[in-house]
Every structure is written in structure tokens, then in C-alpha cells.
């Protein structure tokens, strides 16, 4: 099968950084499905894995996470889905990734696919999609279908993929959103997603927020940068309220006050912690995809899907890491076809 795969961690403009290899086809059995993939997206994740480092593989490793495709075959173990059926899902960190044209997934981990969407839409979602509905609904306190009613939450960086999915489940359980963004094109883009408010999250944000006659929030995500924005978003929550984070943070965090003073709850999300170690409940992924394209389906949340940069191959590829790596992108980036 083709593949896309690396065995030394290089800068991205080095052309050894990703390239094309053939790699023999897997096998299904248990649990797994073996897809074909038909679509991939790129989140930070997929750059940060492959950044440079001195490490060096004995064999090609096939990165990747974000996957739509067509289920070829199932292993013994198989009771949600059967050849020919339409997936989506963004995989398990410790197993070959979605850069080939064939890929193992267990199915407690995948969802069937949105129909309204073709396979490079529905390649955006996965990822983001998951990330944003564990840390809203299942890390932080609040219930997906009216949690948010009464509440006021704040986006950092809400142009992002993750961002682009939380502005839309927040909005619909309810809550009052506030995105923050800094240029015209991702203020539109957070408008487009639903929030209320957009700030600019170059400048201070409590005076904007002032601005807005907004005191304080209930609730927060800072999926941009942990350290900078964490002394004015304890400030900023409300006593008793939540903050969501996905970005480790550069250094020591100062978790007393006003944190400890307000009860403030602290919450990570790391959405390939199901997988990587096998939680009992991991088939939740599964059921969070399953979910979220019903309510594509049914017009309840939209795709962010904003770009098909082309072919599934290694110069795409690294085009789209390259693109990623700028900080500068809107929505998700998607590679269809091989």
C-alpha cells in the first residue's frame, strides 16, 4: 500500500522530512477495522509528533490521525460496523496513523460517517470534534444538551479546528459564547461558527470583555496557550467556575489564588487517552462521533472543513504541516485521493 512516513524528525522544509513509501497491507482481527482511507486532515498534533528531534525509526513511521474512508475488512471481534460502511475517526496515537492508503482502527474509537458530507469534509471533524466535546461535556462540568444555559463561556483561539467545534456544541447547549481571534478573516470566521462576541486575543481581554459589559465568565477553554493567558483567566472566572485546557504549559503554573480562592475547577483534555490506554469506557469516542454527525446531519452544527490542498502524498503533505506550522490557518486542512 501507499504511504506517507518519516523515519528521521526533521524540519518541515526538508524534503526527507515526509515521503513516499510502500509499506505491506495490515490485517484485520479483534477489534479492528481495516479502512481505506480516502481522506485525512491535519491538526497541531501531527506537527508536533514529527518536529525535529534526534530520535531516528528502524522502520517508516506512518503519522496521522484524522481519517475518512470506507471499511474494507473487520476482525473477529467486530459487532458496530461491516464491510463497505462509511467511517470517520482520528485513531490512536500509539499505532500507525492515517498517511496510508490502508489503516487499522478499532472500532470503539470510530463513527459512522455524516452523510451529508463528502469524505474530505468529514475528515476535518474527527479530531477537534472529539477533543472539544470530552473537555466541554465529559471533562467540565456541563451537559451537552442545555449545560450552558445561564453561562457565559470564553474561547481562546477560537478560529482553530478545535475552537470552530466548540463555538458551535457550546451555542447549541446554550451557553452565551465569547471567541477570541485578532484578524478580519478569523473574526468572520468565529461570527460564521456562532459566537456572540469576538476579542481580539493580542490585547488584554478584560477590558474588552468590560467593554461588552461582561464581569466575569462561568466558563473557559484556552486552547492556544496555557501560560500566557492563565493569570488573567483566574482572574476572569467566576467563583466556582471551569477552565478547560489542551495545551501542556510551558512551566509551573501557579494554582493558588485566585484559583484555589474561587474553587475554580481545573480540567485537561487529551483525546487520545481512551485509546492509548484502553479505558473501559473508550467506545464513548465512538458514540461522540456518532452523535456529532447526526447533528450534521440534521443541520445542527456545520463542518469546518475550509481547504482541500490536493493529493494524499508526501510534498501535499508537507505543504500542509509547512501551512499548520505558520499559525495562520482557519478551519481544517484536508489531502483526498491518492
Not at 458551535?168 to 462576541?197: L, N, Y
Not at 492563565?230 to 489542551?246: D, F, K, R
Amino acid at each position: 500500500m501507499k504511504a506517507v512516513a518519516l523515519t528521521r524528525y526533521l524540519p518541515i522544509d526538508d524534503p526527507q522530512s515526509l515521503t513516499d513509501v510502500e509499506l505491506p497491507a495490515p490485517v484485520a482481527g479483534g477489534h479492528d477495522l481495516l479502512v481505506r482511507v480516502e481522506a485525512i486532515s491535519v491538526n497541531p498534533v501531527d506537527t508536533k509528533v514529527r518536529s525535529p528531534k534526534p530520535q531516528v525509526e528502524t522502520q517508516p513511521r506512518v503519522l496521522g490521525y484524522d481519517a475518512a474512508g470506507t471499511v474494507e475488512a473487520v476482525g473477529e471481534n467486530v459487532a458496530r460496523f461491516k464491510v463497505g460502511d462509511k467511517v470517520y475517526y482520528s485513531g490512536d496515537i500509539t499505532r500507525p496513523g492515517s498517511n496510508s492508503e490502508l489503516q487499522l482502527v478499532d472500532e470503539r474509537i470510530v463513527g459512522a460517517a455524516p452523510t451529508s458530507l463528502s469524505a474530505a469534509q468529514a475528515a476535518a471533524l474527527p479530531l477537534t470534534a472529539i477533543t472539544a466535546w470530552e473537555l466541554l461535556f465529559q471533562r467540565m462540568p456541563f451537559d451537552s444538551e442545555n449545560g450552558g444555559r445561564g453561562n457565559k463561556l470564553l474561547v481562546i483561539a477560537g478560529a482553530g479546528g478545535v475552537g470552530s467545534i466548540a463555538i458551535q456544541i457550546a451555542k447549541r447547549a446554550g451557553f452565551e459564547v465569547i471567541a477570541t481571534a485578532s484578524r478580519p478573516e478569523t473574526v468572520e470566521w468565529c461570527r460564521k461558527m456562532g459566537a456572540d462576541h469576538v476579542i481580539d486575543h493580542r490585547q488584554p481581554l478584560t477590558p474588552q470583555l468590560k467593554a461588552l459589559g461582561i464581569e466575569q465568565v462561568e466558563a473557559a477553554i484556552n486552547l492556544a496557550d496555557t501560560d500566557r493567558y492563565w493569570t488573567e483567566l483566574g482572574e476572569l472566572l467566576a467563583p466556582q467556575g471551569s477552565v478547560g485546557l489542551i495545551v501542556e504549559p510551558a512551566g509551573a503554573l501557579k494554582i493558588g489564588d485566585p484559583y484555589k480562592l474561587k474553587c475554580i475547577g481545573i480540567h485537561w483534555e487529551m483525546m487520545f487517552a481512551r485509546p492509548r490506554f484502553r479505558t473501559p469506557d473508550m467506545i464513548e469516542q465512538g458514540k461522540i462521533l456518532d452523535r456529532v454527525a447526526q447533528l450534521i446531519d440534521a443541520g445542527e452544527l456545520q463542518g469546518t472543513h475550509t481547504e482541500t490542498l490536493g493529493r494524499i502524498d508526501a510534498a501535499t503533505l508537507r505543504e500542509a504541516h509547512r501551512r499548520l506550522e505558520s499559525g495562520t490557518t482557519i478551519g481544517k486542512l484536508v489531502l483526498a485521493g491518492w
